[in-house]
């Protein structure tokens, strides 16, 4: 599908991930990594569940890694047709050597650090297992980091300034590539060898400005089975749209597409569309507007359960249902 070339995506929006228990997913992220709870809301499709935000300073699009709160989650079988890896970027490689301390002393489970897409990064896991992975910026151009967060005992010239690339691991992989390009407008700006071992080389995909915030990687596993999702697997990738005017070329667009898709759905954050692509991937396309500090100062970001306006006249009746939430 031929589109207008000038609307294009800016980069990752957030990335959504599953926890089966909140507080110790809070304590990791905050903490361990640093990042600020810039939101303490409801799944808006299950009010029965938290959804926290994590991001930077000012919660700032680009830099948001989020959780649904669902107790009692069971194991993540990892496989294909998944978000495999979720990246963050960092000011530089002394950063990840700052991490890798911090890691060994508080007993987080991670690698050495190592090249991908010829970018010093460090992977890691949390409590859950969830697949993560720190990258230096080392001055790269591309995609502008979010503002490091000086509430946490992370010095701020180590701290985590937004997301990196999302790593998409799939069995075949030309439907999903003919989606990135042909229709999200992303370009191939590179690829790099598995470190998995002798499997097809990782693809590297762009869009925007480009750099870390604003990629995806492609990687092809003939070997293994279709993921089964637990806690610490993601459940999906957004990516920004600037603004709600470029929000409705991209509603025509994927609806044109012949995707099934969610159609518009008001976050109130943020407006959202969702599709799957063909290796049932579940995409988002979000806006950079109106943003989290739309019904909180930017100062309190996330010390109170923020409810969007159509959930508000429920508030009592969504509190009761909630279990109480440790996360001081």
Known sequence: MKGDDSLKLLGLHHVS???GKAERNFHFYTKVL???LVKK???QDNTESYHLFYGDAKGSPGTEITFFDIPGLGHTYPGVSSISSTSLRVKDTASLHFWEERFKEQGIQHELIVKRANRDTLAFQDYEGTRLILVADNGEEGVRPGEPWGGSDVP???AIIGLGPVTLT???PEPTIDVLTALMGFKQVGSYPSLAGNFPDILVFATGEGG???EIHLETRTDLPRERPGRGSVHHVAFRIPNEEEYEYWVKRIASSGLINSGKVERYYFKALY???PNHILFELSTDTPGFDVDEPIET???RLALPPFLEPRRAEIEASLRPLDIE
């Open 17 to 19: 991930l599953l926890t």
């Open 34 to 36: 640093g990042l600020r």
């Open 41 to 43: 809301t409801v799944n």
């Open 156 to 158: 701020v010239e180590h």
């Open 170 to 172: 799939v069995k075949s």
């Open 212 to 214: 870390s915030g604003a």
């Open 275 to 277: 599709f799957r692509e």
């Open 301 to 303: 970001l996330g010390e």
